[in-house]
């Protein structure tokens, strides 16, 4: 996300309530750290790796899939196609992960998903399109929309930080459902990314308070 959109969308969401005090408290937003490279096909196929696993379990095996293509960054979608199961299967990626990884390559190929058109495409495009590979559901697509692309009005409403967030800022006795927090939401239009970023804080403050 560019400076630019990120000091427009804090200017635009101190004036609500219940997140200025948050945007007061926290630093700036950071959805570059820790990410050097937005490259799609690596966003993807890491987001793949470490599905319900811990994350210094998943790196392991992410360091060893990398290790695998020793002359590369990181590998193209055509070098896992050239991968077998097998191998990869000994640096730790289930069966099942293999499998995705290698729809997702295929896709890549064929032209599914082509990431030079991911500009002019909208976010709903998008989330459609990286749906369509076996493994990524819309809470990856997502983290895709936010982290990777940078958009800057994505609500995964399905992600339990946001929606312990959300419970926590509007004082509610339950998890707030997709469409209440759709409507919750419509005053932080066009920047509910970074409103995001605050409420997983929010969230956050409530995990270290309970006994």
């Not at 609500?155 to 929606?163: A, H, K, R, S």
Request: net charge positive; glycine share 6%.
């Amino acid at each position: 996300m560019n400076p630019d959109t990120l000091h427009d969308a804090i200017k635009h969401l101190r004036k609500d309530p219940g997140l200025a005090p948050l945007i007061k408290k926290y630093p700036r937003p950071d959805f570059d750290s820790g990410r050097k490279n937005h490259n799609p096909f690596q966003s993807l196929a890491r987001a793949i790796i470490f599905q319900q696993l811990s994350g210094k379990a998943a790196k392991t095996i992410f360091d060893r899939f990398c290790a695998l293509y020793p002359n590369k960054k990181f590998p193209l979608p055509n070098d896992v196609l050239k991968t077998t199961d097998a191998k990869l299967r000994q640096v730790g990626v289930s069966a099942q992960k293999a499998g995705y990884l290698k729809d997702l390559a295929l896709k890549c190929t064929d032209g599914t998903i082509n990431s030079r058109r991911f500009p002019r495409m909208s976010d709903e495009e998008i989330r459609s399109h990286v749906i369509a590979v076996k493994g990524v559901g819309p809470w990856t697509a997502d983290m895709f929309l936010m982290f990777t692309l940078g958009r800057s009005d994505v609500l995964p409403t399905g992600d339990l930080g946001i929606q312990k967030g959300m419970q926590r800022l509007f004082n509610m006795k339950a998890l707030p459902t997709a469409e209440k927090m759709q409507k919750l939401s419509e005053a932080w239009r066009p920047y509910r990314t970074v409103a995001c970023w605050y409420l997983w804080r929010l969230a956050d403050e409530g995990n270290s308070n309970r006994p």
